[in-house]
């Protein structure tokens, strides 16, 4: 398999203020990567695509200008949660897709995000 | 109606037993079929995929497939205590993206 790396694994932050999440792949190129949320007990939650060099597309109901996406390079997706609510804490997983199918998507190891 | 349905469970089951999970989906179109384990706050690591209707084998596992019902099973042969754990049923409708099932929790008790 393929290593995805996303760190931090678990972050505090006080409300509002803006916590990055690093997604990256290790030893793979990902055109595209996916940010899922996971509240307890449900499951996973697509928030948005992440393809490299262009503008990120959201899913209905979750907002661009709150949770920012970056795909800077072939390796490396950001996702900032700005002016970050109690509301906001949720499990934040990446996926990096290798490869044209599916077969090939790696997730990371998720980051636990609590907001005070 | 949810797009992938899993029953949430707890589905129990005793050691060396086989284990059975189902899921349904809605999107008729959808060509892939995942199936991905999560422990308790860990994320989800791939444990088989299939395509075609049928059942693909691998190890332990046996996915089975049917479009014309809209259905996808992962069974588990031997079940151990290690393997109890979350099971999420994905979907892939189009381009790469997955829609996951809700999940179901699965306790092998020894």
């Known amino acids: 398999g393929a290593v995805v790396s996303q760190h931090p694994s678990r972050v505090i932050c006080k409300s509002g203020t803006s916590v990055k999440i690093e997604c990256r792949s290790l030893?793979?190129?990902?055109?595209?990567m996916f940010w899922y949320r996971q509240f307890p007990k449900q499951s996973l939650m697509l928030m948005a695509t992440?393809?490299?060099?262009?503008?990120?597309?959201?899913e209905q109901g979750v907002e661009k200008d709150k949770f920012l996406i970056n795909h800077a390079s072939l390796t490396l997706s950001t996702l900032t949660v700005t002016s970050a609510h109690p509301e906001d804490s949720s499990f934040y997983i990446c996926?990096?897709?290798?490869?044209?199918?599916?077969?090939?998507?790696?997730f990371g190891q998720g980051t636990r995000l609590t907001v005070v | 109606q949810k797009e992938v349905e899993q029953n949430s469970g707890p589905l129990s089951v005793p050691e060396g037993a086989i284990a059975s999970l189902n899921c349904t989906y809605s999107?008729?179109?959808?060509?892939?079929f995942f199936w991905y384990r999560q422990y308790s706050g860990k994320s989800p690591e791939l444990i088989m995929f299939?395509?075609?209707?049928g059942d693909k084998e691998d190890g332990r596992f046996t996915a089975q497939l049917n479009k014309a019902s809209q259905y996808v099973s992962l069974l588990i042969r031997d079940s151990q205590p290690s393997d109890s754990a979350t099971y999420l049923c994905?979907?892939?409708?189009?381009?790469?993206?997955?829609?996951f099932g809700a999940g179901t929790i699965l306790r092998v008790k020894s």
């Open positions: 996926s990096a897709v290798k490869g044209q199918a599916n077969t090939e998507a790696f």
């Open positions: 994905a979907v892939n409708p189009y381009g790469n993206k997955l829609v």
């Open positions: 030893d793979f190129q990902a055109t595209t």
């Open positions: 999107d008729r179109g959808s060509q892939s």
């Open positions: 299939i395509y075609s209707n």
């Open positions: 992440s393809n490299e060099g262009s503008k990120a597309t959201y």
